[in-house]
């Protein structure tokens, strides 16, 4: 211990001549606790005098025994710890110290640092060792080192308990599930929702905690996506109102967190309550179904009289007459089929038409659409073909909503595709689904305005599109109904250069 005591005592020589440590500990705000357990006065007074200097609070034990006891009465942020003492050894100080207060750094002061000496300090949780003779500069260095991985470990820590404040107090419910679809988080908004009546979950099995299978089934999917892959996970849940009280719908997001490897390690769920916004939007289609249906006999009974009139019933009319009242009819007529539309659409948003399905040859409808619009493509010049596909590509399906599908996408492809174009139809077959295409050259759809075209009343507005009538409804329906049956629709399309949507169904779905 002699060589120690020199370097030690020459400390304030050293302090201008050598590179201040790493980060100097006057700099950190909190101020450590340190323990120096070392039967040599020479040492304890050394690292006290140097400690204290540096801003740690600094507290001297002689032996292993006394240092133990100390430390059990109050906590030690870091102990400096000799190995080589009389009673007691620093190996058992550091076994007894790392496992009744893991948080608490010990450094090893070593008289014969040798290679297995360290490694065996470092297995037992030694943080890092000081050889003797070491040098005051050396000193402050590890012990900078360890107020550093303290703080760290106190960032995370305050980082973790803000974090679970902030889930606690969330009104919506967060779940986190690990790779083996244990609990790691529930916040107390989730467990309510879900009518968890449990107070611990957390590490038991999602599945012994809750029933719900859209949830279960979503936790599945994220958790087994793809590394290529990685896409939220959304769907809905109602769950019964209490005592026949309204359902709560629920809106739920899952999404898979992963490792720098993009391992799957879990997934988070987060459900909203959205029951007031679905009330909500049922109250606008009532309403605009209720309009709807309101201004359609009218506008009807105005159309009849309107041709009663055209056809000369009521007298002879003069040309520009007749043009006015034509021009009304249409205009009329239009309006006639926004609300047919509208109609449509709010009954197939709230699920009341259509669900009875059958097993339905693709195939065949398209054949049928393409021969009932033929006449209307030779109108323009359009070349309106079908493509048959080698096999019979067949879906279970509602036959009204399938053919609704394929006659909006065949309309809007001879409305939107100029004299002289060209229409093809055709299905195909995937593994699990059925595929279908429409395909023309006509006009195109801006890029910009793809992502809009299935919105209600979206209508591309250029000089080409400007003349030809239409609602803006039409894509919406397409998509609804395509949705109600489980599928999705897409879009590929060229301004210019045509337009293919794609259609696909499952192949095979239960009746609901
Ligand atoms: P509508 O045709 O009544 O306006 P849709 O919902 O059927 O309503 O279509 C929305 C918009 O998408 C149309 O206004 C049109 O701009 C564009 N669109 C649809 N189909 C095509 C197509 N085959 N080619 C080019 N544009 C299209």
Redesign the pocket.
Known sequence: MENQANHTDNDRAENHSTPPAKKSMKEVFFQPRVLVIDDEERIQKACERLLTQEGCQVDLADNGIQGLKMIEEKHFDIVLLDLMMPGISGMEVLSDVKSRHPDTVIIVITGYATLEHSIETMKKGAFDFLSKPFSPQELRVVIAKAIEFIETLQDIASEKSRMRVMINILRDGVLTTDHQKRIALANPAFLKMLGCRKKSVIGSLISDVIQEPVILEMIDQAVGQHRDKFSEITNELSIPGKKGGEDMVIGIRCIPFRDRLNRNLGAVTVCHDITALKRMDQLKSDFVSMVAHEIKSPLNSVLMQLKVVLDGLAGDLTEKQEEILTRSSDKIRSLTDLATELLDLSKIESGLINQEREELSVEEIIKEQVRFYREQADAKSIRLTYIPSPGDVSIMGNRTNIEEVLS?LIS??I??TPGEGEIKVWASEETDSSLIHVE?N????PSESLDQ?FERF???KNEQ?RYIN???????IVKSIVESHNGNIHVE?KLNEG?RFTVTLPKIQYKI
């Open positions: 909006n809007n492809a409305r939107y023309d006509g006009f195109g759809i075209i979206f209508r591309v599109t239409g609602t803006g409804l039409g894509l919406a399309s337009t």
